[in-house]
């Protein structure tokens, strides 16, 4: 049981052309459509005119009964728009005809943004999922897209059995930005890329206690600028490895924590592929 409405598409070569997307996704009828969410499959369209895949991102609703999850899922650029689409979606129920929250707790909904957010919350709350998932995700290797283009930084792409997701990697204001040697980007990109790997709202590998650990360092050392526990890991790594002594006047805390992870097993490896470029 899905809901299919025609959407007017229009492609980058200029077509416009009506494609059936998805707007309910009911789970536990379509296990399908579930994999085609994780593996990043959903709503993509092919276009008529020169054959390019689209991916048509409206907004969604996930139900899982078994789960008891009722997920609005919207576009990452609405981010901005959280608190209207709440009353929208949620509060008013604008866009659903009865029948879809028969059975539905209410107070129960919840508004995520992008794909990548559902599939992390689905980990977390999907307790057969995560176990299918949890160990595939830790094994398989991640991989690095390396782009030959100039200033751009790429992304790690971790893979379960079913779940492809990406992390996009960045580049920092003070080590490894644009106005840095070709050289000194790749260094940063490559030790950045090992802190994703192992600090990452996919697949941490940092045991419990090592992560409250680290939580502890973050507040007695605090960045100037504000940045999620993750990219805060991966930007600290990348700086630790980047200029040991610079890291460690400037963070010593933060230098003795990550000191204490030497030794720690990381079993997944990172591959590095490249894309684009001068042909
Ligand atoms: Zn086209």
Redesign the pocket.
């Known amino acids: 049981m899905a809901l299919k409405t025609a959407y007017v598409i229009r492609?980058?070569?200029?077509?416009r052309f009506t494609a059936r997307v998805c707007e309910y996704v009911f789970v536990d009828y379509n296990q399908d459509l579930k994999e085609d969410i994780l593996s990043g499959e959903f709503n993509r369209v092919d276009?008529p005119?020169?054959?390019?895949k689209?991916f048509v991102e409206i907004p969604f609703l996930y139900r899982d009964e078994k789960n008891r999850l009722f997920i609005w899922v919207c576009s990452n650029k609405d981010k901005s728009k959280r608190k209207k689409l709440e009353k929208e979606l949620i509060e008013k129920k604008t866009r659903l005809e009865c029948h879809f929250v028969e059975g539905v707790e209410p107070g129960k909904e919840r508004l995520v943004f992008g794909r990548e957010e559902l599939v992390r919350l689905l980990l977390r709350e999907d307790a057969g999922l995560k176990k299918s998932e949890g160990g595939w995700l830790r094994k398989n290797p991640v991989v690095q897209l390396v782009m030959e283009e100039d200033n751009v930084p790429g992304c790690l792409v971790f893979q379960g059995k079913k779940i492809r997701v990406a992390i996009p990697l960045a580049f920092s204001s003070d080590a490894g930005s644009p106005k840095d040697s070709p050289e000194a980007r790749k260094k940063w990109l490559k030790h950045y890329a090992a802190g994703v790997n192992i600090h990452n709202p996919y697949s941490s590998l940092l045991p419990s206690r090592i992560n409250n650990e680290w939580e502890k360092v973050r507040m007695k050392e605090p960045l100037r600028k504000k940045e999620d526990e993750f990219e805060d890991f991966a930007s600290s790594w990348a700086r630790f490895k980047v200029d040991p002594k610079g890291f460690r006047e400037r963070f010593p805390e933060r230098r003795r924590f990550f000191d204490s992870l030497k030794g720690m097993e990381i079993p997944r490896k990172v591959q590095t592929l490249r894309v684009g470029g001068a042909k």
Do not use: R, T, Y
């Open positions: 492609c980058g070569c200029k077509a276009c005119s020169c054959g390019q689209l």
